[in-house]
């Protein structure tokens, strides 16, 4: 039964109220705020986010201020998602001043229940091109012997903070160092840096395996790369240059931007998409700029032209011709490529996969299952438990 009509609304009410897996987030609480929204409202939307993610933090405050650390660590946890959830609906250009200060909430939330885990979580910065890009490094265990370590790459929209919760958490309760980072277009980078979106991501992962090997409690041999969402792409792109990896997972997998774009366009739209001038690629711009005034369908669009730093929809179409793996054939580690039912993200998954040489599976989780939903959003322990225990056995043949 779904509790917004609206199917953008529900599919992020659903991310939202999804995260309670791993402590985020309550049931309960996330129904009220659904009753309290109403329909596909987006003043609602955050007011009503933003209220109970308020009134959590303060309780948090005071829990932790009273010596409860555990109580305080699941208040700050869900504060920090509801917030997140907040400004989902704001995420354009340019970044409205209440969006920036519910994304540094939301960070802040997520921090101060990092310091209440235990070993602690540790906000790091990873050198990158004169830069740096925020994340966290969650050990395993205290006592420093090297592990093997899950790299956790978000999507469009995420965040290194919500990263942990899609698996950095679940990885952590097996025995993984976790590390969740923004990269350009993401969290902070975009946020507070405006860095955007690149194809080669290759240069971003590089740099982040970097930061892994200088770390004494990481096992080099054993460092797994998941890209979730957009990451679904971005990491299988990383992994095609990068041979350091032990192990990758994308979910859901992505050949190519552009192919998957063209999935949702007409088909006389998509053929004519890079003709320049001529008039279907004039109609079509026209279409999409009356799209990218409504709330709900046209937010995917806004959230593009914001991450990617462009002005226009039919800009943004032509740019994710960039964004291909273009040799799948280079990846060497074993490979896991997800796709699931009702997702309109992974058309291109089993492409992907038929081009892998490497060791290969591939997992597709069902609506029947409770998986079908984008991410397997409200199913994620599910996930989990499918994907982490393959890597618990492939990596278990690295001597």
């Known amino acids: ?41 987006r003043e609602r939307w955050f007011a009503a986010w933003s209220g109970f993610a308020s009134r959590l933090f ?11 650390s555990v109580s305080a660590r699941g208040a700050y946890l869900r504060a920090s998602n509801y917030w997140r959830a907040a400004w989902t609906f704001l995420f354009q250009a340019p970044i409205e001043a209440r969006a920036l200060d519910a994304y540094r909430r939301h960070r802040e939330a997520f921090t101060r229940a990092a310091k209440l885990m235990s070993p602690a ?30 790299i956790v790459n978000g999507g469009y929209d995420s965040t ?19 590390l969740l980072f923004d990269g350009p277009g993401q969290g ?23 930061y892994l090997f200088t770390r004494p409690e990481v096992d080099r041999r054993r460092v797994a790369l998941m890209g979730v969402s957009f990451g679904g792409y971005l990491a299988p792109r990383a992994a095609s240059f990068e041979p350091r990896l032990a192990a990758l997972i994308a979910d859901p997998g992505q050949l190519s931007l ?53 002005k226009t929809p039919i800009d943004y179409l032509r740019l994710t011709a960039d964004y291909v793996t273009e040799r799948p054939e280079a990846i060497r580690c074993p490979t896991v490529i997800c796709s699931a039912e009702n997702d309109e993200i992974g058309k291109t998954a089993r492409d992907l996969y038929d081009r ?19 991410c397997e959003s409200g199913a994620r322990a599910w996930f989990n438990q499918r994907v982490l225990d393959w890597l618990d056995e492939t990596l278990a043949e690295i001597a």
């Not at 529900?10 to 659904?34: D, K, M, N, T």
């Not at 980078?189 to 240069?203: H, M, N, S, T």
């Not at 290969?360 to 609506?367: D, E, G, P, Q």
Request: hydrophobic share 45%; proline share 3%.
């Open 188 to 210: 902070a980078a975009i946020f507070e840096d405006g860095l955007v979106f690149r194809p080669d991501w290759e240069k971003v992962i590089g740099p982040v395996v970097d």
């Open 58 to 68: 303060e309780a948090a405050e005071r829990s932790e201020r009273a010596g409860h």
């Open 258 to 310: 552009f192919e998957e774009m063209k999935h949702r366009l007409p088909p006389f739209a998509a053929r004519r998409l890079m003709d320049g001038e001529g008039i279907v690629s004039r109609l079509l711009e026209f279409a999409l700029s009356r799209r990218l005034r409504h709330v709900s369908q046209g937010w995917a669009l806004r959230r593009g032209l914001l991450v990617h730093g462009l």
């Open 160 to 178: 290194a903070e919500e990263a942990f919760l899609f698996s950095g958490a679940a990885a952590l309760a097996r025995g993984y160092n976790a």
């Open 356 to 374: 892998l040489t490497c060791h290969k599976i591939f997992l597709a989780f069902k609506a029947s299952e409770g998986a079908g939903e984008h």
């Open 121 to 150: 979580g540790e906000a790091i910065r990873i050198p990158y091109e004169g830069k740096f890009l925020h994340g966290y490094f969650f050990k395993a265990a205290a006592d420093g012997l090297p592990r093997k370590t899950l």
């Open 1 to 41: 039964m779904a509790i917004f009509k609206d199917e953008m609304f529900e599919a992020q009410w659903l991310r939202a109220a999804g995260h309670g897996s791993y402590e985020a987030a309550e049931i309960a609480e996330c129904l009220e705020v659904a009753r309290q929204i109403g329909g596909a409202d």
